[in-house]
Nanobody, 121 residues
Framework: QVQLVESGGGLVQAGGSLRLSCAAS????????MNWNRQAPGKQRELVAG???????VYADSVKGRFTISRDNAKNTVYLQMNSLKPEDTAVYYC???????????????WGQGTQVTVSS
């Protein structure tokens, strides 16, 4: 089994910064693509940023220039540095990952439990 555990959420004033972390643990061969998603109350979950194992990145237009996704493959961890936070960034942030559990097998998709980010105006 594979577990993804997020941390680093909290309450911050507009203009502030937070750094989220998501660590994968359990039994697996390799972590491939990793993403950060968010879901605000009453809204659908949306992709915030994604990163391949080779650190190719993609961002939602709403966070470009403010958020930075990175990863440490040795630690099986993905990070989201969030700067210049706005009240509209308030949401539960979830990480997900595509995982190769056994060599030669297909990838499996896993989600973390989420961490709350609240930005006050």
């Amino acid at each position: 089994q594979v577990q993804l555990v997020e941390s680093g959420g909290g309450l911050v004033q507009a203009g502030g910064s937070l750094r989220l972390s998501c660590a994968a643990s359990g039994s697996f061969f390799r972590i491939n693509g990793m993403n950060w998603n968010r879901q605000a109350p009453g809204k659908q979950r949306e992709l915030v940023a994604g990163i391949t194992r080779e650190s190719v990145t993609v961002y939602a237009d709403s966070v470009k220039g403010r958020f930075t996704i990175s990863r440490d493959n040795a630690k099986n961890t993905v990070y989201l540095q969030m700067n210049s936070l706005k009240p509209e960034d308030t949401a539960v942030y979830y990480c997900n990952a595509d995982v190769t559990r056994v060599v030669g097998d297909r990838d499996y998709h896993y989600w973390g439990q989420g961490t709350q980010v609240t930005v006050s105006s």
